[in-house]
């Protein structure tokens, strides 16, 4: 009986450590980071035709996922944003940031500022 004891402790232990160890680097992950864009769209089909496409190859080459493009906005508590809303999800916070400050975002945003005025920000999400 002693004998069927040793490797059944040794597999208990080892699957307590890997799960710990596991555990660990899971928190150790850095968070995911979404970019807040609010944008006032005084020409929306120059905006749409031009500024869109530049902007999103530029944000998804970078890594960035749309989760949210200008649905309907309903006040929770306060005032809506004016204007359109879009969201993008980024692997963490410095890709966001060097999405938005790439050369071809950059190049884009130029584009866009003759159809539309823009607030964009970026937070930090729960570790997953």
């Not at 496409?53 to 749309?66: H, S």
């Not at 692997?91 to 938005?100: D, H, P, S």
């Given at each position: 009986m002693r004998a069927n004891f040793r490797p059944a402790l040794a597999l208990c232990l080892g699957t307590g450590i890997c799960a710990f160890a596991g555990h660990e680097l899971h928190a150790q992950a850095k968070p995911p980071a979404y970019a807040v864009a609010e944008l006032e769209v005084s020409d929306p089909e120059g905006f749409t035709k031009e500024?869109?496409?530049?902007?999103?190859?530029?944000?998804?080459?970078?890594?960035?996922?749309?989760i949210v493009r200008g649905g309907k906005t309903v006040p929770i508590f306060g005032d809506a944003p004016k204007g359109r809303v879009t969201i993008w999800q980024?692997?963490?916070?410095?890709?966001?940031?060097?999405?938005?400050?790439?050369?071809?975002?950059?190049?884009?945003?130029?584009?866009g500022d003759?159809?539309?005025k823009f607030r964009v920000y970026a937070v930090e999400g729960i570790p997953q």
């Open positions: 500024f869109g496409p530049l902007a999103i190859k530029a944000l998804t080459d970078a890594g960035g996922k749309q980024f692997e963490t916070l410095e890709k966001a940031q060097a999405a938005y400050s790439s050369p071809a975002f950059i190049e884009a945003k130029k584009v003759k159809y539309a």
